[in-house]
């Protein structure tokens, strides 16, 4: 089971940090990845940590702004999100799988989710 928190509303250029709590998923097995819906698109990958392959892949439009990490009991991972802008709002959902070798983040490769945290971002 995975769940999310840390969401809210923030001022542009502002920052939040969402956790994903894993459950004790194994992450050298799993690939524990961050999408959001945004209104009026479709879900979209934000960032993917893929432990075994020790490489992380992040979506153009968060590159620089967002970072992903995990802590030592690689329990829980987190995202960094700084100068969050208006085009950030959305809901931001944690998924885990093991995914193909060389995955490039894609939805379909995930079968567990979270439940999603909503993020505001006022301009």
């Known amino acids: 089971r995975l769940v999310e928190s840390g969401g809210g509303l923030v001022q542009t250029g502002g920052s939040l940090k969402l956790s994903c709590a894993t459950s004790?998923?194994?992450?050298?097995?799993?690939?524990i990845a961050w999408f959001r819906r945004v209104p009026g698109k479709d879900r979209e990958a934000v960032s993917c940590l893929i432990s075994a392959e020790d490489r992380t892949y992040y979506a153009d439009s968060v590159k620089d702004r967002f970072t992903v990490s995990r802590d030592d009991a690689k329990v829980t991972v987190f995202l960094q999100m700084s100068d969050l802008q208006p085009e950030d709002t959305g809901v931001y959902f944690c998924?885990?799988?093991?995914?193909?070798?060389?995955?490039?983040?894609?939805?379909?490769?995930?079968?567990?989710w979270g439940q999603g945290t909503q993020v505001t971002v006022s301009s």
């Open positions: 004790g998923l194994s992450m050298d097995w799993y690939a």
């Open positions: 998924a885990a799988d093991h995914v193909p070798w060389g995955s490039n983040c894609l939805e379909t490769e995930y079968e567990r």
